[in-house]
């Protein structure tokens, strides 16, 4: 599977936007990128995938670069409830399991 | 709706003991997946089934781990002889199949401490 780079922690001021980079540089044509949250105490949560094109949900953006060998997660108006591990994974084509690493540490401040 | 429930939330066991840890998935997932998780790191692989049967068990470290799922529900995961390196917190996952555009939905986990 292709390794993915996250910086060990970020901080952001309430209400701005949050943006956390994945560098995925060996990262495969049929690999996905997918980004989940760990608030303290829980278990990991979805927030979004994608393949080539930039996404978006409810939750977040995700903008991946041209050659695809970058990410970045967009948390528009970051709030306190946003504090949480966020990891980003490359998971292949049908290969049903996902692959941690230590994900970055997002500190929302008031 | 519930989501996925694991039981007991924490379990403080010694060294040599077995221990069984319980996951209710969501009703209707058929996917149910295993991880672990030490601290400060991100979760660990260890089994996932798709029904009853172990799809990839790839994940599990040892022959002392043992996950079953009779009835394609409700799975649990068997440690014999416990270790202290055991110690970690066990997240159970479910989604409505394996296929790669299926979102895992996880518990809360199970935080196992091996005295």
């Known amino acids: 599977d292709a390794k993915t780079t996250q910086p060990t922690s970020m901080d952001c001021a309430e209400g701005r936007a949050a943006n956390l980079p994945c560098n995925h540089s060996?990262?495969?044509?049929?690999?996905?990128v997918y980004w989940y949250r760990q608030i303290h105490s829980q278990g990991p949560q979805y927030i979004i995938h994608?393949?080539?094109n930039n996404e978006t949900n409810e939750m977040a953006s995700l903008i991946i670069t041209e050659d695809r060998k970058s990410s970045t997660l967009i948390l528009p108006h970051a709030t306190l409830r946003d504090t949480a591990v966020y990891y980003c994974?490359?998971?292949?084509?049908?290969?049903?399991?996902?692959?941690f690493g230590k994900g970055t540490m997002l500190l929302v401040s008031p | 709706g519930a989501g996925v429930s694991q039981t007991p939330s924490n379990k403080v066991t010694e060294k040599g003991k077995y221990v069984e840890l319980r996951c209710d998935p969501i009703?209707?997932?058929?996917?149910l997946y295993w991880y672990r998780q030490s601290l400060g790191q991100g979760p660990e692989f260890l089994i996932y089934?798709?029904?009853?049967?172990?799809?990839?068990d790839s994940g599990l470290p040892n022959d002392r781990f043992f996950a079953v799922r009779p009835e394609g529900s409700v799975s649990t995961l068997k440690i014999q002889r416990t270790e202290r390196g055991d110690s970690a917190v066990y997240l159970c996952?479910?989604?409505?199949?394996?296929?790669?555009?299926?979102?895992?939905?996880f518990g809360p986990g199970t935080r196992l401490t091996v005295l």
């Open positions: 996952a479910s989604s409505l199949g394996d296929s790669y555009y299926n979102e895992q939905f």
């Open positions: 060996t990262i495969s044509g049929n690999e996905y």
């Open positions: 994608g393949l080539k």
């Open positions: 994974i490359v998971r292949p084509l049908g290969y049903s399991t996902l692959t």
């Open positions: 009703s209707g997932h058929t996917a």
């Open positions: 089934f798709q029904g009853t049967g172990a799809a990839d």
